[in-house]
C-alpha cells in the first residue's frame, strides 16, 4: 500500500518569487523520512508540493517532477484532489471540524467521494481509523460528541484518523506535534512508528529530539542567504545526520551553531 | 542559552588540555626521581596527582551534566563521549606516574635503578615524553596525522620493555629478586602509560572523523 516517492529538479514557487530550488530526493516506503531546517527554509512549502496542497495558494506553481512509484503526479490528466486522497496530510493546529461529531470527523473524507458507502461500511472505518490512531478506546463511547472537545493530543490524533480513513498511501505530517505537551507529543511519535508499518511518513518538525527519535532518513534544508531561495542541504540516514553529517552547515545547525 | 553552552563545550576542552599538560609533566618528574633517587621531587609527583584525579572527577561531572541538559549532537556529542573516555585515560596515566614515583620512593636514599637498566629506563622515560608531548598537540589541535605517528612511537616503548626484561632474565643479573620486581614493574608502568596515551590520540582521531581507528 504504501509507496515510494521521488523527487526531480524540482523549484516551487510563489508568482514570481522561486521559494526553494532544485530539490532532489528519494523517499522509501514504509519508512519515515523528517524534514528539519529553519523557519522559512522552504520545508513545509516542499511538504506541499508533495500532495499538491501548494498550488492552492494563487500563483503558486511548481517544476520539475514529484512522481508516486514512477507516477508524476503533476502529470497531465491528473486530478490533484486524487493526489490528495492518495497522499494524506496532518496539519500543525489539530483542525476537526468544530461542528461535527467525533464520528463525522472520521467519515468526513469518505463521504466526500462519489461513492454511496452503507452504515456499516462506515462503522467500520470509524473504529478501525480510530484504533489505528490510538484512540479508539477513549472515545469510543462518545463518538456522537463534537470532536472540538477533545484534548489538543486527542483532536491531533482524529486528524490522523481523518487522515487514514481514506485509506491514503502516503501521510505527510507539518509539525504535528507543536501545539501538544510532551504526553501527547510522545503518544503520536508512538503512533507514527505503528503507522510507518503500512504507510510511507513524510515529517517536518522543528524539534531536532524529535526527528532524531521517530524517522530512519533526514533530510536538512537551508536558505542559501536573505532573498534567496530554500535548497535541500543534504538528506542522509538520521544517525548519520545526528553523529556525523556529511556538510558542515547541517552540522551547525544541528549543533546550534547558526549565523 | 547557546552561548553558555559553547563556552562550557571550550572549558571541559581546556580542562583535558590542562590534563594532558599535568600528565606530561607528573611521567617526566617520576622519571627524574627515579634516576636521580629525588624523593622531594617523588613527593611532588604523588601531591600533584590529586590534582589529576579531582580533574577527572569535575570533567565527568561537567560532560554529565552537558549531555543531561543540551542534548549535544554531532562533533559536540564525539566530544563529550570521547572526554569521558580519554580523561579515564589520562587519570590512569597520572596514577602510573605516581607508582613510578613510588618506587623511587621505596629504595630512597638509593637510587632504584641499577647502573645497568640506567639507560633503558632513561630512554623509557624519553619516549614517554615525547609521546605525551605529541598527544598534548593531538589533544589541542586535534591534528590527526600527528595522532597517527604515536602508535608507532609506542612500538619503541614495547621494544624498550623487551629489553628490559632480557637484562632481568638474564644469567649475568646480579641484583637480586627486588630489583628484578621494580624493573619488571617499571617497565610496566611505561608501558602501560604509552598504550593509554596512544587510546587518547585515537579518542581524537574519534572526535575529528567519526570514525573509530582500526586496532
Not at chain 1, 23 to 35: D, E, G, H, K
Not at chain 1, 62 to 69: I, N, P, S
Not at chain 1, 123 to 149: F, H, I, M, T
Not at chain 2, 138 to 164: C, F, H, N, T, Y
Request: with cysteine; hydrophobic share 40%.
Amino acid at each position: 500500500m504504501a509507496k515510494r516517492i521521488d523527487v526531480s529538479d524540482v523549484n516551487i514557487y510563489y508568482g514570481k518569487f522561486l521559494a526553494v530550488s532544485d530539490v532532489n530526493l528519494t523517499i522509501q516506503p514504509r519508512s519515515v523520512t523528517a524534514f528539519i531546517g529553519p523557519s522559512g527554509c522552504g520545508k513545509s512549502t516542499v511538504l506541499r508540493t508533495l500532495n499538491r496542497m501548494h498550488e492552492v495558494i494563487a500563483g503558486a506553481r511548481v517544476e520539475g517532477t514529484v512522481a508516486l512509484d514512477g507516477e508524476d503526479i503533476y502529470g497531465a490528466g491528473v486530478d490533484p484532489v486524487d493526489v490528495r486522497r492518495t497522499i494524506g496530510m496532518v496539519f500543525q493546529r489539530p483542525n476537526p471540524f468544530p461542528t461535527m461529531s467525533i464520528y463525522d470527523n472520521v467519515v468526513a473524507g469518505l463521504k466526500l467521494g462519489s461513492k454511496k458507502i452503507s452504515k456499516s461500511e462506515l462503522d467500520g472505518v470509524v473504529e478501525s481509523s480510530l484504533r489505528s490512531a490510538n484512540l479508539w478506546d477513549e472515545v469510543r463511547n462518545r463518538l456522537s460528541k463534537p470532536g472540538s472537545g477533545l484534548s489538543g493530543g486527542q483532536q491531533q490524533r482524529l486528524c490522523i484518523a481523518r487522515a487514514i480513513a481514506v485509506k491514503p498511501q502516503v501521510l505527510l505530517m507539518d509539525e504535528p506535534c507543536s501545539a501538544l505537551d510532551p504526553i501527547s507529543t510522545l503518544a503520536i511519535e508512538d503512533l507514527i512508528q505503528e503507522l510507518k508499518t503500512k504507510y510511507t511518513i513524510v515529517i517536518v518538525t522543528h524539534n531536532m529530539q524529535q526527528a532524531a527519535r521517530v524517522s530512519e532518513r533526514t533530510a536538512f534544508f537551508n536558505l542559501a542567504g536573505i532573498g534567496k531561495p530554500g535548497q535541500m542541504v543534504e538528506i542522509d540516514d538520521t544517525d548519520k545526520i545526528f553523529s556525523n553529517p556529511a556538510d558542515k552547515r547541517t552540522e551547525d545547525y544541528i549543533s546550534g551553531r547558526f549565523g | 542559552m547557546r552561548d553558555v553552552y559553547h563556552d562550557e563545550l571550550d572549558d571541559i576542552g581546556k580542562g583535558v588540555i590542562e590534563m594532558t599538560n599535568l600528565v606530561a609533566i607528573a611521567m617526566d618528574r617520576a622519571t627524574s626521581a627515579l634516576l636521580d633517587a629525588n624523593l622531594a621531587q617523588a613527593e611532588a609527583v604523588m601531591a600533584a596527582d590529586k590534582r589529576i584525579d579531582t580533574l577527572r572527577t569535575d570533567l565527568e561531572e561537567r560532560t554529565f551534566q552537558v549531555i543531561s541538559r543540551q542534548q549535544p549532537v554531532a562533533t559536540d556529542l564525539r566530544v563529550l563521549i570521547s572526554t569521558i573516555h580519554l580523561t579515564a585515560d589520562l587519570e590512569r596515566m597520572g596514577d602510573l606516574a605516581d607508582h613510578v614515583a613510588k618506587i623511587a620512593r621505596l629504595r630512597f636514599p638509593e637510587s632504584a635503578v641499577p647502573e645497568e637498566a640506567r639507560d633503558v629506563i632513561s630512554q623509557m622515560g624519553e619516549v614517554a615524553r615525547s609521546l605525551v608531548t605529541k598527544v598534548a598537540d593531538v589533544v589541542d589541535g586535534r591534528d590527526i596525522a600527528l595522532a597517527q605517528a604515536i602508535e608507532a612511537e609506542d612500538d619503541s616503548m614495547d621494544a624498550l620493555r623487551r629489553k628490559l626484561f632480557t637484562l632481568v632474565l638474564s644469567p649475568n643479573w646480579s641484583r637480586g629478586t627486588e630489583a628484578a620486581i621494580d624493573m619488571t614493574l617499571l617497565g610496566r608502568y611505561y608501558e602501560r602509560y604509552a598504550d593509554h596515551a596512544v587510546a587518547v590520540a585515537r579518542h581524537t582521531i574519534f572526535i575529528v572523523t567519526g570514525r573509530r581507528p582500526e586496532h
